[in-house]
C-alpha cells in the first residue's frame, strides 16, 4: 500500500525548509543510493519507484525497501520511528 500522506510530506520537504539534521540524513541516504543497484537513471528506486530526491526527506525510519538506510538513520537520527512500507 503507498503511503501518499508521506510522499507529499517528503516532497513538502524537497521543496521547502528543512533543518541541519533533515539535510544531513537525506545526504546521507542519497549517497547510499547513488551507489545501489536499484537507483535508475533518471533518479528512482526500482524497488519501491519512487523519485529519490525526494524520498530522501521522509521522515519514516527504514523507509529504504531493501533496508539499506540502517547506518545513515542510526548516524543522524531521524524524526519519527514508524516504519514505512514505501
Ligand atoms: S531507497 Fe534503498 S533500494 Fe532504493 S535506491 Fe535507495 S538505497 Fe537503493
Same mark, same amino acid.
Given at each position: 500500500? =503507498?503511503?501518499? =500522506?508521506?510522499?507529499?510530506?517528503?516532497?513538502?520537504?524537497?521543496?521547502?525548509? %528543512?533543518?541541519?539534521?533533515?539535510?544531513? /540524513?537525506?545526504?546521507?541516504?542519497?549517497?547510499?543510493?547513488?551507489?545501489?543497484?536499484?537507483?535508475?537513471? /533518471?533518479?528512482?528506486?526500482? +524497488?519501491?519507484?519512487?523519485? /529519490?530526491? +525526494?524520498? =530522501?526527506?521522509?521522515?519514516?525510519? +527504514?523507509?529504504?525497501?531493501?533496508?539499506?538506510?540502517?547506518?545513515?538513520? =542510526?548516524?543522524?537520527?531521524?524524526?519519527?520511528?514508524? %516504519?514505512?512500507? /514505501?
Amino acid at each position: 500500500m =503507498i503511503d501518499i =500522506i508521506d510522499i507529499v510530506k517528503s516532497w513538502s520537504k524537497l521543496i521547502g525548509n %528543512k533543518t541541519d539534521q533533515e539535510v544531513k /540524513l537525506a545526504a546521507e541516504r542519497y549517497k547510499v543510493c547513488s551507489s545501489c543497484e536499484f537507483r535508475s537513471k /533518471l533518479d528512482f528506486c526500482k +524497488a519501491c519507484g519512487c523519485y /529519490l530526491k +525526494a524520498k =530522501i526527506f521522509t521522515t519514516n525510519t +527504514a523507509s529504504c525497501p531493501k533496508g539499506k538506510w540502517n547506518e545513515a538513520e =542510526i548516524k543522524y537520527g531521524n524524526v519519527k520511528t514508524t %516504519k514505512s512500507i /514505501l
